[in-house]
């Protein structure tokens, strides 16, 4: 059984996946919650953000490879430092949210997302069929997955960081996993990240 690492998060604790162990679960979901899942992780936005970004999709900016996330009261970003923000996306990240938003030919609709508790469910399941210990898998993990791993990879641009993912420098070191990767990790997570804020 494979137990993954994890954060505090207020009142619960939440995994912390290795691109490995994050492929493992994706390869258990069905089509479209493998859309989600990719799009919740690369986009690292809280989940009332991406709420927010299905119903306004012209909040992605493909050509500046990233997501331009207003200050609206529907967010709820009560406790967030930066209410406006730009929401920074590697290579992967982009084709994560162009796939997300893409209309179905038969449907015209795209993925969208479904209930929080519903997307915990198929993910804890997916995590389970996979050998995982499922205690700490939520659909939370996904943010705190891909910022520790920027935190990880990109240690010289910590502020970048830290303005994508809408928190302080102290946030960031008490909710995110920023030390303890193995060296093999971590080449997984640069590949991962790759172009991230470069395009």
Known sequence: ????????????????LT?????QILDRLNDEYRIRANFLLETHVRIAEAYYLNKHPECYRKANGAIFLPNVEEIGKVRCTIKNRAIILSRSGIAAVDKFFEKDE???KSVGLVTYQSMEEVFKRAARDADFDTKYITTKMFRKTMIS????????????VQHSAGHNYATMQGHYVTYGWRKDDIKDMRDETAGWGEV
């Open 1 to 16: 059984m494979i137990v993954p690492l994890f954060v505090s998060s207020g009142k619960r604790c939440v995994a912390v």
């Open 19 to 23: 691109p490995k162990e994050k492929n």
């Open 106 to 108: 038969k449907t015209k």
């Open 149 to 160: 791993w920027l935190m990880a990879c990109f240690p010289e641009r910590q502020s970048q």
